[in-house]
Structure formats: C-alpha cells, structure tokens
C-alpha cells in the first residue's frame, strides 16, 4: 500500500524539474537541477514534494508518525531509470550465435541465413503464453534490479499477427502484475518472413491492411516501429507502414541506420517520428534533420558492444541539438542485457557523453521518447513516485565505477519494491 514516505539524507537528489514538456537538447542535457541533502516526500504514490531537507519539512503536513522515513544514508537519489527500447517478450536465446559472430560471421549473415530474429520467431510461435510470461517476468525483476522503474516492449517475433498479438498480450498482462509500468510498441515489421521472401512489398500491404488495424483497434500498442535496414525493409516501405500507423493513430518509432547507412534518420525527421533509435550509421543530414524536426536520438551502445561495431556519434548529435535518450534494446541477438546501468557506462567511455548527459538520457529524455515526460522522467510534484536510490555519493560516481550494479534501493508509485 502507497503510503506516506520521506526519502532524506540524499548526498544528491538529482530532480530534472522543469523539462516535463520537451526533451532536453544540446547544453541544457547537463542541467540536472541537483539538491545536497535532499528529501523527497510521496504521498499515496506520487511526489508531493523534492527539496532540501529543511524545504521539505518546514512544508510537510503529513503524518510523520505513519510515514516510512527511508534514509539514504549519503547515497545519490535519482528518478527511477527508464528503458526506452526493449524486445522484452520473446522465447530462447541464441549464444550459439554469438559464437559464430565470434568466429568471423556477421549479425545480418545470420538473419539472411535463416537465423537471427527468424529462429526467435519460430521459438516465440510455439510457445505458449504461460511460458513467455514468466520469462519475461523474471526478465523484468532482474531490469527492476538494476533500477529500472518503466520500460517500453515491442513485438516483433511473429511477423504473423496471432504471434505479434500474443506478445502484446503478454506484455499487457505484464504491466498489470508487474511493479515495472510497460509500454507497448507494435513491431510487425521486424523482418521479412521467408514466404515473402521474393514479394516484400506484398508483406508490406499485409502488415497496413491486417496487422496495424488490430493492433490499433485492440489497442495493443501505442507505437509502430520498423526494422527499416538493407536487406530488411527499405525507407519506402518503412514510410509506407509509418504513415498507416500514424493514420490509426500509432506514433512513429524506427530503426534506424544500425547496420548501413540508409537515411533512416532523415525518414524519421521527415515522418516527424517520436524516436529514431540505433543510429549508429546516421549520415550528417540526417542529425542535421533530426534536430531540426525535434526527433529523439534513442542511442543503443549496448547493440554496438555486442555486436563489435561503430558506436553512435552520441557527441555530434547532441552538439546539433538532437535530444539522445539511451536504452539496452535488450534482446535475445543484438544486445541480451538488462543493465542500463551499464550501458550508461558505455555512453560515456564509448560514445563521450558526460555523466550529467547520460542521466538525463535515461530518465526525463527516456520519458519522452514513450511520450510520458509529464507522467516520470524527474522527481517533482505530481508525477509518479518512481525512484532508484544507488549506493554512490554522486552521479559522476556511478559512472566513474563501472561495471557495478549501483542500485540500492527502487520505490515504484511510492512503494518500496527493491531494498
Ligand atoms: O534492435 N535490429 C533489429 N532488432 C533488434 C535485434 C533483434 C534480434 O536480433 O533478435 C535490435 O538490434
Ligand atoms: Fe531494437
């Protein structure tokens, strides 16, 4: 039960107040609005109240007696961590992949040859809900674990809309018994399934005409996103779905210039997408587009770890104005992790982004590459109670010490859930 409680003693209270309405861009990305000794006051799941200790207890009208006090002891207070791109529901894993990449074989290989996303696909058809479920249950506490409070979950491992549906199904039912809040993105347009192999365009109009009306008129999903990639979709046929989407009321999401170059980054300006994510290729136009449309950069250098590939240029896009939110893309071929910390730290040793940068990518930018700034993102008044207290004195220091799960304490909608 959300009570009353009262974080205090922060050696940092990071807040990111006052960016609930855009994205942070360019120089403001550093402006973490941090308070020494800090207190944060929820009530009944929502924050009431971030400030300094003394701020906050001269004002505080609660019942102190029936409150829970949670020290944090000198740690560093943030709101709770955001995962903007995950492929959350899916059966299997594929480490005998990883091996062959190991050997000299490429990720695109793999997927022409008949693996990759395919061989998950054909795992994620057979497998029953119950099944799926759970492991994306434990999947979940272990993202929760490491200070994720809300994440986003795509299909993408049917291409056929009974598979798609179960797992948007799954992650539906996830959110409600899950303390993780779930948002969901319709991703039909994963890869080609090999029976149309020779008429892609015809797997096109089957995704517009069947697919995304269901998803729509369900109202499974909120976004649309498309694996637009050489040899997966082009540009014209990732318009082509975008736009369907948009008409049905679905936001833009896309893959964007993760392997080739391929202007998916002007398509997403052009489209005025939510998000264009990956980016590892993005040609100089298209950043140049992308800060002008006002596109969220969702920047996966977990993706480019694993896959022993080019980083994003993370430094170019937020010097010409790109907001960048970063992300796991946790999934069973490309990037199987749940640690965002993590991939902070990559953010910075790999791709230049400064620790302020990087926490601003993963909660208030986060929130609004899921179009949910004005609900989480920053600790100020009326949004949710999602909280990640890590066991550093400050946020240079979570960076700094890498390779460590930080996390100390997570509070979701003002309840303890990981102590
Ligand atoms: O974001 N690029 C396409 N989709 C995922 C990988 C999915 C998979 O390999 O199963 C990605 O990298
Ligand atoms: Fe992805």
């Not at 210039?257 to 005025?272: H, R, S």
């Not at 909280?387 to 550093?392: E, R, S």
């Amino acid at each position: 039960m959300a009570g009353t409680i009262l974080i205090r003693n922060a050696s940092q209270l990071v807040t990111l107040k006052g960016s609930s309405d855009a994205p942070l861009t360019g120089e403001a990305m550093s402006r973490l609005e941090v308070i020494e000794n800090g207190t944060v006051w929820i009530e009944d799941g929502l924050i009431k109240l971030a400030d300094s200790d003394e701020a906050v207890m001269a004002q505080f009208t609660g019942n102190y007696e029936a409150a829970e006090i949670i020290d944090a002891n000198g740690r560093l207070v943030v709101p709770g961590l955001i995962d903007p791109h995950t492929h959350l529901v899916h059966a299997g894993s594929r480490e005998e992949e990883f091996n062959m990449r190991l050997s000299g074989a490429s990720y695109m290989d793999i997927m022409n040859a008949g693996g990759g996303i395919h061989a998950t696909a054909s795992k994620t058809k057979k497998a029953a809900p119950e099944d799926l479920f759970q492991a994306a249950y434990n999947t979940l506490n272990e993202f929760l674990l490491h200070g994720v409070t809300t994440l986003e979950a795509k299909s993408g491992y049917g291409m056929e809309w009974e598979t798609e549906k179960k797992q948007l199904q799954v992650a539906k039912e996830l959110n409600e018994r899950h303390p993780i809040d779930i948002i969901r993105t319709f991703m039909g347009a994963h890869a080609v399934p090999k029976e149309y192999k020779e008429r892609p365009d015809t797997f096109v109009d089957h995704i517009i005409e069947y697919m995304l009306p269901r998803a729509a008129e369900e109202g499974l999903a909120e976004f649309n996103d498309v694996f637009c990639e050489q040899g997966v979709f082009t540009p014209e046929q990732s318009r082509r779905i975008l736009e369907a989407g948009k008409k049905l009321g679905l936001k833009a999401k896309i893959h964007a210039d993760e392997i080739e170059p391929y202007k998916g980054a002007e398509l997403a300006a052009e489209l005025g997408a939510i998000s264009a994510e990956h980016l590892l290729k993005a040609s100089e136009e298209g950043i140049k587009k992308m800060a002008e449309a006002g596109v969220i950069g969702v920047l996966l250098p977990g993706t480019a770890f694993f896959l022993m590939a080019e980083f994003a240029d993370a430094r170019k896009m937020i010097d010409s104005g790109v907001p960048i939110a970063l992300s796991t893309d946790f999934n069973p071929g490309s990037s199987p992790t749940v640690s965002l910390p993590f991939i902070m730290n990559l953010a910075c040793l790999k791709m230049g982004m400064t620790p302020a940068e990087v926490i601003t990518a993963v909660t208030i930018n986060a929130a609004h590459a899921i179009n949910r700034g004005r609900e989480i993102g920053s600790i100020e008044q009326g949004k949710k109670g999602d909280i990640t207290i890590f066991n550093v004195p400050n946020y240079m220091k979570l960076q700094y010490s890498y390779g460590v799960n930080h996390t100390h304490t997570v509070i979701k909608n003002g309840c303890v859930v990981v102590r």
